[in-house]
């Protein structure tokens, strides 16, 4: 039962309260994640927020999808925030004036007169607008809300599987940690050792103005996020030219791009579309099946990022699986179709030592409970994020763990509220971390609310 914790009282307070950060973030086309630290539209957060906002108005939740994609670039590309362009420069960084996309990436027709980043985060955009959808059916038809966002959603799948499988074997690949949206993960270690950082006076972080800096990523994790960045965009942000020397399979990102072809196959399905509904299903199913051919450890119970970069083990797929525990090898969870031995074990790593769900913490850590980067404030170095725990919800129910499922959204919306819908928690005691008042954090509560 949702709000088990929480009481008629409590689940009111949190509706007005996730309403009230909601409408306070939406800048007329779209919400920004939190009004201080990242002032602009971010990818992934916008397909997050429309999937609460379509509790309070399916309209505005349409919008917030559509506002993205009228940014995708002619490649297909979804950029990972577009930004806004009353926003002051140096309110973030890296903003417009570095990533320059309007000029330096007209080759892979990046749009002219928005300004965007060059690289993206996970395609959680066709699940939500099949979810927002739902949410209001007469409404969405009337508008053609499907209509218009189906293209534009085939484009960005294409773009993936096209420009994106670097080592042709089926999966898609992240070539910047940002594009995981799990930026300073301990997965990203390994491979980040090889990028030569930009020098520290080359750039000024804004972040820390908002964050404390033993929340946040260390100034050499930037120095080598602005390398990579400024890499791609000076090869005109074209992946046949750019030298990608970070270049990773990650678990969570292919598992979101397949729950997000299985939506656009009932997107299509519901307009008519028969051919591009199988066409779809058929992709989806072929990444799940890629997933567990390149990137399950039997021996970790869970799946591994694959880092393309580094020397591969003999006989095996190109480049090596790393034992690294990161939640995003428990997010495949959310792919229908995997195989019942490997969701048992899933399921027993989510709930042991490593991820201690029922036991240990409030919400489940982005990583390792006992592993040697484990730190509970740092970001995605062992904090509980909002948008995975919401994932691993819908895992777990999707699976029939109900009862298990039913725990975690009572602690997920108890934890939101009495948090101030804050950014992330400290994983063990539940105590708010990072900002407040953050954009998915108040749209996903509101979403289990139901
Ligand atoms: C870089 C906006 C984004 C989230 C990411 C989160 C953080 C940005 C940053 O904020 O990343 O994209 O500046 O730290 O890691 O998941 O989308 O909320």
Known sequence: PAGRTLGTAGR??????????LFGNW????????????????????????IGLRHLSPARAQRELETLLSAQWDDGRVPHIVFNPRVPLDAYFPGPDFWRTSTAGAGAGAPRTTETSGIVQPPVHALAAWLVHESDPAASRRRGFLARVAPRLAAW?????????????GLASIVHPWESGMDNSPCWDGPLARVTPAPPDSFQRADLTHGAAADRPTDLDYGRYVRLSADYRDHGYRDADAPHSFAVEDPSFNALFAASGYALAGICRELGDEAGAREHSD????????????????EAGQFLCRDLRAAPESGRAGGR???????????PLIAPGLPGEITGALLRTVTGEHFGLGTEVRLVPSYDLEGPAFDPYRYWRGPAWFNVNWLLERGLRSCGETERADGLRADVLDAAVTSGFAEYLDPYSGAGRGTRDFSWTAAL??????
Do not use: K
Not at 157 to 169: E, I, K, P, Q, T
Not at 445 to 450: C, I, K, M, R, V
């Open 12 to 21: 009111a307070r949190l509706r007005r309260e996730a309403r009230r950060v």
């Open 27 to 50: 800048t007329g086309n779209s919400t920004v994640p939190s009004l201080g630290l990242y002032p602009h539209q971010w990818s992934w957060d916008s397909a997050f927020v429309a």
């Open 157 to 169: 799948h294409r773009y993936l599987a096209a420009h994106r499988d670097l080592d042709g074997g």
């Open 283 to 298: 992709h989806a199913a072929a990444l799940t099946e890629a997933l567990v051919r390149r990137l399950w450890s039997a």
């Open 321 to 331: 699986l790393m034992d690294v525990r990161s939640v995003a090898g428990l997010l």
């Open 445 to 450: 509560a509101l979403d289990l609310l139901g």
